[in-house]
């Protein structure tokens, strides 16, 4: 007969809208174990596997902290009762939790005023009346179940009859019980009793600190046609390869978990509405089952690069994905960059033979880089005039991140730029290179973006076991790209002085984009070609106080170790028809 060995939760706190899929592992017959399922449909030496979710409801109701579920609530925010705010989030444990959580609270409040005010705001500094928030959330809407069964001072009240259950707004602040049984496949009788686990209470996800669009000073007094303006974001997403709790344990295992990640990342990414989209870091199998049909419901499509090394099982680990909306952009064209093959290609050329072994361990670290031409639409449609067609050019990386291979960083660079320099030299396109750089302003590879050549002095260079960065002269491109975040810098006025002090003084670019327990610092960009495009508005950069030190990144509020980064470009000396 089956037994069950071990019941296990990813997570013990469970999160409304986010299922959750215990792992059951059965020893079968012949001693064997297992953590395949054993549906009625397919039984296993004449037995199955059957499977109940119940909500536990006490007599002595006990209301919990919003913020740390697992604390009693000794004070509540009164203001919450007002407008429709779910009463599990006005609880709080003592006055300085509700005190550093009030930037997230006094959202709640602002989105409801604004709810009751017949506006819906999405969270991210847009108003937005028509992208409906249930595609967001995986609901589960009950069946009709029996009444509940009385066990001592609780009620029982079940709520599911699958292996998966994803919590809903009646769960919040109740526990749940699992409950897993054997059963006869002839008798469809239980056999033996059931084995049970227990939740801590349901929670609602915490509310992200809103980011607002700013438009950036300079632009105001142009006469900008919408039709030739369009919005990118940048954003290393952390796959859950990467996502360990050894690396994270500041991160509480309940926000760290991807069921959790994927929905707080996909309510932010989709929140943004950015045109294009590109995501560093995304995990094959993700991209298949999550990124692209969750991307595809709200009308984008989706190009995706893996890495080139692969590991056990003949799958790689992740890559970079670029999408963008149907309704503005046509593909032209598109191009894979495999810094392995290049690498190959110049340890065969230019490595002396004593040190080819050497220098392919070195140069091989299976980066990619994805580039796509793209056409853009007026009015959905492709625009017939040859002389009014408006193509753009995106390159999507993630440059390696080991922080002592500066010449292998500086290299990848390199040789991105000068495919890109082709693409631009053969139809004069707009260029915008994005990504995870894995390298801080002032960096070569920086500089060399930003730059357009690098400084023979700079210390980076003296990093060069292979003699590939000589002559120094060599690391050169001719594409006038400027990052985008420097433009904050350039602006004038009181209302702007936040926004410039989250910027570094030596290279205007931002404080950091990637804030964890051991790092502080920016490592994202977005590299634009300054003369055929305008940056029109930046999405607000966040300051160390309002991500709150004690939870660095990823935190339950924000779902990556670093953050996104969009601008809003328009195309210049552009008639559109």
């Not at 438009?215 to 290393?236: I, P, Q």
């Amino acid at each position: 007969m089956l037994a069950v060995v071990r019941l296990h939760l990813p997570s013990d706190i469970p999160i409304v809208g986010i299922e959750l899929t215990p792992y059951v592992l059965i020893r079968r017959l012949d001693s064997t174990v297992t953590a395949d399922d054993i549906p009625e449909s397919s039984p296993v030496d004449g037995h199955f596997l059957r499977y109940k979710w119940y909500r536990v409801l006490s007599d002595k109701n006990v209301a919990v902290c919003s913020i740390h579920p697992s604390e009693p609530a000794t004070l509540q925010c009164l203001a919450c009762l007002k407008p429709n705010i779910p009463v599990a989030k006005s609880y709080h444990c003592t006055p300085k939790c509700f005190s550093d959580a009030w930037p997230h609270h006094r959202a709640l409040h602002e989105r409801a005023a604004n709810a009751l005010n017949g506006i819906q705001k999405d969270g991210f500094g847009h108003f937005n009346n028509s992208v409906s928030s249930a595609n967001l959330t995986i609901g589960y809407a009950p069946p009709m179940y029996p009444a509940g069964i009385k066990h001592g001072d609780e009620t029982w009240f079940e709520v599911g009859r699958s292996k998966t259950y994803t919590p809903t707004a009646d769960d919040i602040g109740h526990v749940l019980k699992f409950e897993c049984s054997i059963a006869s496949a002839v008798t469809k009788l239980r056999v033996g009793q059931p084995n049970t686990l227990l939740t801590n209470r349901v929670i609602t996800a915490p509310s992200p600190t809103p980011r607002q669009l700013i438009r950036v000073d300079g632009t105001g007094h142009l006469d900008l046609d919408r039709r030739g303006s369009f919005t990118v974001m940048s954003y290393k997403v952390l796959s859950e390869t990467c996502a360990s709790n050894d690396l994270y344990n500041y991160c509480p295992p309940w926000a760290l978990s991807w069921p959790y990640r994927r929905q707080n990342l996909l309510r932010e990414i989709v929140g943004y509405r950015a045109d294009i989209i590109c995501l560093q870091e995304v995990q094959n199998d993700h991209y298949d089952d999550f990124f692209y049909p969750e991307l595809e419901k709200h009308g984008y499509y989706g190009l995706f690069k893996r890495k080139t090394t692969e590991v056990p099982g003949g799958k790689t680990i992740d890559g970079c994905a670029t999408f963008y909306r149907r309704d503005k952009f046509a593909q032209v064209k598109k191009y894979e960059v495999e810094f392995n093959k290049a690498a190959q290609s110049l340890t065969e050329t230019a490595i002396p033979d004593t040190q080819k072994k050497i220098a392919l361990n070195r140069l091989v670290k299976d980066n990619v880089a994805l580039i796509v031409v793209l056409e853009m639409k007026v009015n959905n449609q492709i625009v017939d005039n040859l002389a009014k067609k408006q193509l753009i050019c995106v390159a999507n990386t993630h440059v390696h991140v080991q922080q002592d291979l500066k010449d292998v960083k500086l290299w990848q660079v390199h040789t991105l730029l000068k495919g890109l320099e082709k693409i631009s030299a053969s139809a004069d396109i707009p260029i915008l290179v994005c990504g995870d750089f894995n390298s801080v302003p002032g960096s070569a590879p920086h500089e060399l973006l930003a730059v357009g050549k690098v400084d023979p002095s700079h210390h980076d260079l003296t990093v060069d076991p292979l003699n590939i960065l000589h002559p120094h002269n060599k690391l050169v491109h001719q594409l006038p790209l400027v990052s985008a975040y420097t433009s904050f810098a350039r602006t004038v006025g009181v209302a702007f002085e936040q926004h410039k002090r989250r910027l570094d003084t030596k290279t205007n670019e931002p404080l950091f984009t990637s804030v964890t327990r051991d790092f502080v610092g920016t490592l994202d960009y977005i590299f634009y070609s300054a003369d055929s495009l305008i940056v029109v508005s930046l999405l607000e950069l966040l300051d160390e106080e309002s991500l709150r030190k004690e939870t660095a990144l990823p935190s339950p509020g924000w779902s990556s170790d670093h953050i996104a980064l969009l601008a809003e470009f328009h195309c210049q000396n552009k008639s559109w028809p």
